[in-house]
C-alpha cells in the first residue's frame, strides 16, 4: 500500500459508519503522521454523531463527543488522500461527483482489506446493529492499519 498523507473516510451522512470508522483508527499506532477525517456524501447542514454510534464507542472505551459531519468536498480530492467509502455504489457516486483523475484514490474499505463483505449500514436498526457495525469496523480497521504500517 502506498504512503498517504490523509485517510478520509465516507459514509452517506456523515454520523455512522465512516466516524465510527474514523474514531476507530485514531485509536490504533500508526508508523507515520497520518490524518484521519471522516465525511458524509450528502450532508445539508453539519450533526452531532449517530446516538447509538456515540454509546457503542463509549462502551468500546473510545471517547468521540464533539464530533460533527462535515459534506464531502472537492478539496479533499488532492494527491496523497485516501478516500474510503462503505460499499461500492458510494465509490461509484463519489468518482461520478469529483470525477476520476481528481487526484486522492478512492477505494472501498472491505476491498482494501481483502474482505468480501461490505460494511453493513446500521442506520435506523437496534443498537445491536451498531454493534455489530462496531465489531466488523474494527476488524477491518485493524488489517488496514497493518497494511499501511508494512508500507514502506
Known sequence: MKK???????????????PMAEAIMKEYT??????????GIVVLFPEPLNQKVEAVLISNGINAGGQMSQQLSPE??????????????????VL????????ADVEVLTDLTGD????????GGALQSYGLCYETLNKTI???VNLINEER
Not at 500508526?30 to 465525511?39: A, G, T
Not at 463483505?117 to 446500521?122: A, K, Q, S, T, Y
Open 116 to 123: 468480501e463483505l461490505e460494511i453493513l449500514n446500521p442506520y
Open 30 to 39: 500508526l508508523k507515520y503522521p497520518l490524518e484521519i477525517e471522516s465525511r
Open 96 to 103: 461520478g461527483e469529483f470525477g476520476e483523475g481528481s487526484g
Open 4 to 18: 498517504y498523507n490523509k485517510i478520509i473516510f465516507v459514509c452517506e451522512s456523515g454520523t455512522a459508519r465512516a
Open 142 to 144: 485493524k488489517k488496514l
Open 76 to 93: 479533499d480530492f488532492i494527491p496523497g488522500n485516501l478516500v474510503v467509502v462503505m460499499e461500492e455504489a458510494q465509490k461509484q457516486k
